[in-house]
């Protein structure tokens, strides 16, 4: 249905748009969200950020993706992505030294790893891995450049029900994890959006 005379003349004055854009985004770039999934207050709150869950963006011919880990390692559709946040509010970073050649060795390393399990005990060996992990790897062997920094569990503001869950899956609380809000506050990254 085309658009109205009155709603015309406010898309073209710029006071609303026509549709929603899409950001610009690059192969390499790092998508955060805020997840539905039932580890998502647990993390947001331990870590006093808006954010609990991340990925990389690929630019394909088929399509925008985003390689994340969760049950399984997996290429998500970036609107299914979107989609399962809350909201679908997104945040996108850019790696300032991400250049096509790193951004295209990073996500090979990203998809070589599709299919492997979530890692609940969040180790760093390539077996399972958890979210931000699996971003910082990637962007790591596409680069050389480390994103993000490692925080001691017990250094975080873990929840009673969070200290419980750690010990019932035999986490050490000396784990050094790396999470999405360490990624949203590495200077290393330029906003997109």
């Given at each position: 249905m085309p658009l109205s005379f009155p709603v015309l003349s406010l898309v073209a004055l710029g006071f609303v748009?026509?549709?929603?854009?899409?950001?610009?985004?690059?192969?390499?770039?790092?998508?955060?969200?805020?997840?539905?999934?039932?580890?998502?207050?647990?993390?947001?709150?331990?870590?006093?950020?808006?954010?609990?869950?991340?990925?990389?963006?690929?630019?394909?011919?088929?399509?925008?993706?985003?390689?994340e880990a969760i049950a399984p390692v997996s290429r998500t559709p970036f609107a299914k992505w979107k989609a399962r946040g809350e909201?679908?509010?997104?945040?996108?970073?850019?790696?300032?030294?991400?250049?096509p050649k790193g951004a295209a060795a990073a996500l090979a390393y990203a998809k070589a790893l599709v299919g492997k399990p979530y890692d609940l005990r969040f180790g760093w060996g390539d077996d399972a891995l958890y979210c931000s992990e699996l971003v910082v790897k990637a962007i790591e062997s596409g680069t050389g450049v480390r994103v993000g920094h490692f925080d001691r569990l017990d250094a975080l503001d873990l929840s009673k029900a969070s200290l419980a869950l750690a010990a019932k899956l035999a986490v050490p609380l000396s784990t050094e994890v790396v999470t999405p809000a360490a990624l949203d506050q590495d200077g290393k990254f330029e906003v997109v959006q």
């Open positions: 748009s026509a549709a929603p854009r899409m950001p610009a985004f690059r192969s390499g770039d790092v998508v955060l969200q805020t997840s539905r999934s039932a580890m998502s207050l647990p993390i947001r709150e331990a870590t006093h950020s808006r954010w609990s869950h991340t990925g990389i963006i690929e630019v394909a011919d088929d399509g925008v993706f985003v390689l909201g679908g509010v997104v945040k996108v970073l850019r790696l300032k030294e991400m250049d």
